[in-house]
């Protein structure tokens, strides 16, 4: 199964520097753009997306229907809770600059072996679900991180940056997730 990431546009939370995690905000007229440009970027690098699913949040099912739109076809979007972001708990809604890194998992927190786990039970669903299809998942950074920590653990950690409407590119196996491309992100490790 080929599966495409895609990280949501911006909102005004993030626009601020905050922490979203489960809180659920709309794109802002930024996060409609890059909403756009990831369409765009994807409609140069994918011909054909067959499966359209989405995190339940505003953010990342807005950012998928314009991806569909843009497409120009006429499926329907699946909401899928295991690509929620993080729980963050008690830091959402706190400054990212004033939080990171993370030091102490308070009640509330989802910690890394968690979404790791939440988020892989998802990306191995839809694989025996729609193998040997093209598969788009509108989602968050830490959902994403949560793949690319276990299989390019090489390269990506938490801290890594992801950018809004950023497409990762994956081969999804039955044994093994593999990184394929990166569309539309500088995405540097930061260690």
Same mark, same amino acid.
């Not at 295991?82 to 102490?104: C, M, Q, S, W």
């Not at 998802?122 to 793949?147: D, E, P, Q, R, W």
């Not at 093994?176 to 930061?190: H, S």
């Given at each position: 199964?080929?599966?495409?990431?895609?990280?949501?546009?911006?909102?005004?939370?993030?626009?601020?520097?905050?922490?979203?995690?489960?809180?659920?905000?709309?794109?802002?007229?930024?996060?409609?753009?890059?909403?756009?440009?990831?369409?765009?970027?994807?409609?140069?690098?994918?011909?054909?997306?067959?499966?359209?699913?989405?995190?339940?949040?505003?953010?990342?099912?807005?950012? @998928?229907?314009?991806?569909? +739109? !843009? #497409?120009? %076809? $006429?499926?329907?979007?699946?909401?899928?809770?295991?690509?929620?972001?993080?729980?963050?708990?008690?830091?959402?809604?706190?400054?990212?600059?004033?939080?990171?890194?993370?030091?102490?998992?308070?009640?509330?927190?989802?910690?890394?072996?968690?979404?790791?786990?939440?988020?892989?039970?998802?990306?191995?669903?839809?694989?025996?679900?729609?193998?040997?299809?093209?598969?788009?998942?509108?989602?968050?950074?830490?959902?994403?991180?949560?793949?690319? @920590?276990?299989?390019?653990? +090489? !390269? #990506?950690? %938490? $801290?890594?940056?992801?950018?809004?409407?950023?497409?990762?590119?994956?081969?999804?196996?039955?044994?093994?997730?593999?990184?394929?491309?990166?569309?539309?992100?500088?995405?540097?490790?930061?260690?």
């Amino acid at each position: 199964m080929k599966l495409i990431m895609v990280r949501h546009g911006q909102t005004e939370i993030n626009k601020e520097g905050r922490i979203q995690g489960r809180s659920d905000y709309p794109l802002n007229h930024r996060g409609i753009k890059d909403a756009q440009k990831a369409a765009e970027v994807l409609i140069k690098n994918v011909k054909n997306i067959d499966i359209f699913i989405s995190s339940p949040s505003k953010r990342a099912y807005e950012t @998928t229907q314009i991806i569909l +739109d !843009k #497409y120009g %076809y $006429n499926k329907t979007i699946t909401k899928d809770p295991n690509f929620y972001e993080r729980h963050f708990g008690p830091y959402e809604g706190k400054l990212v600059a004033d939080t990171f890194p993370i030091t102490k998992n308070l009640p509330g927190y989802e910690i890394n072996q968690e979404i790791q786990k939440r988020v892989y039970d998802g990306v191995m669903n839809l694989y025996n679900k729609y193998k040997g299809n093209t598969v788009l998942v509108g989602c968050h950074s830490h959902t994403i991180k949560a793949i690319l @920590t276990v299989f390019a653990a +090489d !390269k #990506y950690n %938490y $801290n890594s940056i992801l950018l809004n409407g950023a497409i990762l590119i994956l081969d999804v196996q039955e044994d093994n997730i593999k990184l394929i491309q990166v569309l539309n992100n500088t995405i540097e490790p930061q260690y």
